[in-house]
């Protein structure tokens, strides 16, 4: 067994660095930014409970993009690591395997190289994601834990609808899952709505050449029966 669980880490670990040599061994793109955040609302639940920095930073090539994510409260001890590869068909079709890690400020030592199915801290969710065309823009995404610290192996399916109407991005969407896992921390197994509600973008122009993206979401998770309003900044 533990032989198999060394097998699944080594090919994690060459798929990004296949995915790293593809993109690095020629000529791409590298974005990098952050949002502030007034909360970190993630697929219906409050992550932290405070107000936010994430930090973006990736390097994209082709149809391939690697990457890391940070989420950081500025008032508690909450946070996020997660590395990502994505390989792209077009900007419309799409799959993902990300790393999720939540090492904690307080204790030094997290444990981040520890790769054991039974030991390890660290989350690996695969994605297969639409994007939706111009013609119809509707998203569709399907999530799955398949190994790490999620034993339940939880399923997170999102639908989306997205237009753009006056320079205004809108964004209406419903996420659930499929039964008993980290979405339904009162520990049901039931098909649950955990994820549901309208996010709103637009750029505003600050000076004649630079314009600061902002957005608002109302965010309701009726499995919890939660609400969320959320501001946010990009840079």
């Known amino acids: 067994m533990k032989q198999a669980y060394q097998l ?18 020629q000529k791409g793109e590298w974005k990098l930014g952050a949002d502030l955040v ?28 690697v990457g890391a994510w940070g989420s950081y409260a500025l008032n508690t001890n909450y946070q996020e690591t997660d590395l990502y590869v994505t390989y792209n068909v077009q900007n419309v079709l799409s799959i993902t395997v990300t790393d999720y890690f939540f090492p904690s400020g307080i204790v030094g030592n997290n444990s981040y190289f520890k790769y054991g199915k039974d030991e390890t801290g660290h989350v690996f969710e695969g994605t297969l994601a639409f994007s939706g065309v ?5 998203s569709f995404a399907v999530n799955y834990n398949f190994y790490g610290a999620d034993k339940n192996n939880s399923v997170y399916l999102e ?7 006056r320079h205004v991005q809108y964004n209406v969407f419903v996420g659930a899952t499929t039964g ?33 993206p902002v957005q608002v979401s109302v965010i309701t998770n009726p499995q919890a029966q939660n609400i969320f309003f959320v501001f946010g900044l990009t840079f």
């Open 159 to 165: 639908m989306g609808y997205g237009r753009e109407i």
């Open 38 to 65: 007034s909360r970190y609302i993630w697929r219906g639940t409050d992550y932290g409970n405070a107000p936010g920095i994430q930090p973006a930073a990736s390097y994209n090539y082709g149809g391939f993009s």
């Open 180 to 212: 008993k896992g980290i979405y339904l921390p009162d520990g049901s197994d039931n098909f649950s709505i955990v994820n549901m509600g309208l996010k709103l973008a637009k750029s505003i122009p600050v000076s004649e050449t630079f314009a600061l």
């Open 8 to 25: 699944k880490t080594l090919l994690m670990l060459l798929l990004f660095v296949a995915a790293a040599h593809q993109s690095f061994g």
């Open 134 to 138: 111009a013609r119809f823009p509707v």
